[in-house]
């Protein structure tokens, strides 16, 4: 029996679903007072959490806001596995910042450097902007020490999993599915983002070796027991079985110990395995400005439901950098930085919301991640997280029993209602 796909939310559903806002806030000690020129804020990164809390932000009228972003548009990670099986042109993902500047976000194309938290400033290659609320959001940075020989072969070694990146995966697969071999994908332990999109990129790829006739194989290389996350274990393993056992062949359990770009080989404690082109996804964290802000160690240590950090209740982090429980997802980063966005217009304003009281239930962003397993199919995977206040966050999980067509559709449908919010 064909097991029946979930019911797909509206699209109102999907953008406010995740994006629980209205929680509530101790006063914190804003630096500009009440009355006097408006708050600055400062964000950093123009992602998809970035986007969620500056426009959110300038759209209020009562701060304003500086984001920090060294690139010139946006680059999806989310719909990049069709992009790199060729299924869609590169500016599908590519979005411009030009509706954002309009809101009134001041938009600088700088990296920050580093953070004063003491004196409150920002500190990028040629200024220093002083926040009275900063709000970070900056994604991931690649663990590259944790395999001995990535760092040396980086520039062979596209990964694919931040922005503009994808142009050298697509090139490396192209390559690949016109001359054929071994094509060896490396699945780190989580917590990494978006945790079933490798998967979904090596079924995209197998889809088109088979056909345009790609005589060899993909080889993953997985250092978890099954898929994960664990509830997309079963399905995901279905569409790779079921649907290229003679291009996937899925080892688990083996975490690759050297890797040689200039030889090809990869070394795992089962043996080499010499491979045509690789897609090393390394192990992933906060990136260092987050770490030299003294933010937390791996990841941001942030308060839930509020993302405020633990170190400094005038800083947040939201999005793939903090390290709650909430998966790194980028429906997830934008709710987040709209709710962030609202709690501290009503700081600035002198109008918080109430705090919620012990034991009260609040929603906590959730979102869609989507693993296309086919050009016309995909499994939808939806979080939804809640948090009793005084204890931990919990995550619910719906997932399709088994891929199927409304979901592929769903999947763009949602694609362009996302980017139709942040950038429309
Ligand atoms: C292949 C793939 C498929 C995915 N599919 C989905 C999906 O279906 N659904 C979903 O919800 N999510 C999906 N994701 C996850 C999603 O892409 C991330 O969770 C999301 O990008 C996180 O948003 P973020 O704002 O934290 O980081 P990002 O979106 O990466 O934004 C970070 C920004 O910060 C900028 N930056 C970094 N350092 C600095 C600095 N020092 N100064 C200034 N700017 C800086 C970067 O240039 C970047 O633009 C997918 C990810 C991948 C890789």
Not at 30 to 53: F, L, Y
Not at 139 to 168: K, N, Q
Not at 270 to 283: F, H, K, L, M, W
Not at 302 to 325: E, K
Request: proline fraction near 9%.
């Amino acid at each position: 029996m064909t097991p029946t796909p979930l019911t797909h939310p509206s699209r109102r559903q999907l953008l406010h679903g995740g994006a629980a806002v209205g929680l509530a806030l101790l006063a914190t000690g804003c630096a500009t007072p009440i009355g006097s020129a408006k708050a600055r804020v400062v964000v950093v990164g123009g992602g998809w959490g970035g986007i969620g809390a500056a426009r959110t932000l300038a759209e209020s009228g009562q701060v304003d806001v500086t984001m920090l972003e060294p690139n010139p548009s946006f680059m999806s990670c989310p719909m990049s596995a069709l992009y790199i099986a060729g299924l869609k042109p590169l500016s599908y993902l590519n979005h411009s910042y030009r509706n954002v500047d309009r809101t009134g976000v001041r938009r600088v194309r700088e990296r920050a450097t580093a953070i004063d938290r003491a004196a409150r400033f920002v500190q990028t290659e040629t200024q220093r902007l002083p926040y009275d609320y900063l709000v970070l959001a900056p994604g991931v940075e690649y663990m590259e020490d944790s395999l001995p020989g990535f760092a040396e072969g980086r520039d062979r070694l596209p990964v694919g999993f931040r922005a503009f990146e994808h142009e050298a995966v697509r090139q490396q697969v192209d390559a690949f599915l016109s001359q054929g071999g071994i094509y060896v994908m490396t699945v780190p332990r989580p917590p990494f983002r978006c945790p079933p999109a490798p998967y979904e990129r090596a079924c995209l790829i197998a889809e088109q070796m088979r056909k345009r006739g790609t005589k060899g194989k993909i080889i993953i290389v997985d250092a978890n027991p099954d898929p994960t996350p664990a509830p997309t274990a079963r399905p995901v393993r279905h569409a790779m079985e079921t649907l290229y056992p003679n291009e996937i062949e899925y080892r688990v359990d083996m975490v690759p110990t050297r890797i040689d770009a200039a030889r090809r080989v990869l070394s795992t404690p089962e043996g080499d395995i010499n491979y045509t082109a690789a897609n090393i996804i390394p192990p992933m964290r906060a990136p260092a400005l987050i770490r030299q802000a003294g933010l937390g160690e791996r990841w941001a240590s942030v308060h839930l439901p509020s993302f405020r950090t633990t170190a400094d209740p005038l800083v947040y982090v939201i999005g793939d950098s903090q390290g709650t429980l909430l998966p790194k997802s980028g429906h997830v980063a934008f709710g987040a930085g709209q709710q962030v966005a609202k709690e501290i217009v009503g700081l600035v304003t002198g109008r918080p919301d109430p705090a919620p009281a012990p034991g009260t239930t609040v929603a906590l962003p959730g979102g869609i991640c989507w693993a296309k397993v086919s050009e016309r199919t995909a499994i939808m995977v939806n979080v939804s997280a809640s948090m009793q206040i005084g204890e931990a966050a919990r995550l619910r999980f719906e997932v399709d029993p088994q891929h199927n067509e409304p979901s592929k559709k769903a999947s763009i449908v949602w694609a362009d209602a996302m980017w139709g919010s942040m950038f429309g």
